[in-house]
C-alpha cells in the first residue's frame, strides 16, 4: 500500500541518515592534517586542463592516429602493470548542465542510440583482440554523459559483452556515475546485476555490496 511504502522509505532514510552520521563522526576523530608549504600552493595556484583525463587534452595531438593507437595498445603487452583497466564513455544526457565541460550532447534519438552500443561493443571486440588474453580487466568505468539515463538493457549489454570478452579479477570494481534525477531502487538492483559494485553519485559510502561516492 502506499502507506507501507511511505513508512519504507522513511526508514531507508533514517538509516541512511544514522549511517552519514556515524561515518563522519569517525572521520573527524581519525582525521589527518596535512602541511603544505607556501611556495608549494604558489606553484600550482594557477588555471590548468582538466584532470578528468589522462593524458589531459593539452597533451591531444592531431598527428596521433590509429595505428598509433593499436601500436601502443600491443605494446602494453609488455609493459607493468599488467592488469586492465576500462573507460566506457556514454555521451548522452537528458538536458545539458550549465556548468558541465564533458563531451556530450542531448536530442539522442532510439536508432542513434542503438547504432553507438553496437559500435561500442564492436570497439570492444576489436581493442580485446590486440590485447593478451593473459592479462585481467580489475577497472571498469562508465562517464558520460549520463550512463543512467540510458535505458538499462543497453548497459545490459555491454556489460555481457565485458565479461563475455575479458577475464575479470576476482576483485575487480565496476563503477557507473549515476544521476540521481535518474536513479531509482529498483535500478541499482539492476547495476548490482549486471556486475556494479560501485554507484557515483554522492558524499556518501554505504557499507554493503554497493558503495557510493562522489564524482563531480
Not at 1 to 9: E, F, G, I, L, P
Not at 199 to 213: D, E, F, W
Request: aromatic share 12%.
Amino acid at each position: 500500500s502506499s502507506a507501507a511504502s511511505d513508512v519504507y522509505k522513511r526508514q531507508i532514510y533514517h538509516t541512511v541518515l544514522s549511517i552519514t552520521e556515524s561515518y563522519m563522526e569517525h572521520v573527524c576523530k581519525h582525521a589527518i592534517i596535512i602541511c603544505i608549504k607556501l611556495d608549494l600552493l604558489k606553484k600550482y595556484n594557477q588555471s590548468g586542463p582538466r584532470y578528468t583525463s589522462y593524458p589531459p587534452a593539452t597533451f591531444f595531438d592531431s598527428k596521433f592516429g590509429n595505428s598509433d593507437h593499436e601500436k601502443y595498445i600491443i605494446q602494453s603487452n609488455q609493459e607493468k602493470p599488467e592488469n586492465i583497466s576500462i573507460y566506457i564513455h556514454i555521451p548522452f544526457c537528458p538536458q545539458i548542465c550549465h556548468f558541465c565541460g564533458c563531451t556530450t550532447e542531448t536530442g539522442f534519438t532510439k536508432p542513434f542510440l542503438e547504432r553507438y552500443i553496437d559500435e561500442l561493443k564492436k570497439e570492444i571486440e576489436y581493442v580485446s583482440k590486440k590485447i593478451d588474453s593473459k592479462r585481467v580487466l580489475t577497472q571498469v568505468h562508465w562517464g558520460g554523459g549520463t550512463p543512467n539515463a540510458i535505458s538499462y538493457k543497453y548497459i545490459e549489454r555491454v556489460t555481457k559483452k565485458l565479461f563475455k570478452t575479458f577475464t575479470f579479477s576476482k576483485n575487480y570494481e565496476m563503477a557507473i556515475e549515476c544521476n540521481p534525477a535518474h536513479l531509482e531502487f529498483k535500478h541499482i538492483e539492476l547495476l548490482k546485476k549486471f556486475g556494479f559494485n560501485r554507484i557515483n553519485q554522492k558524499n556518501l559510502i554505504l557499507p554493503g555490496t554497493i558503495a557510493v561516492s562522489y564524482t563531480h
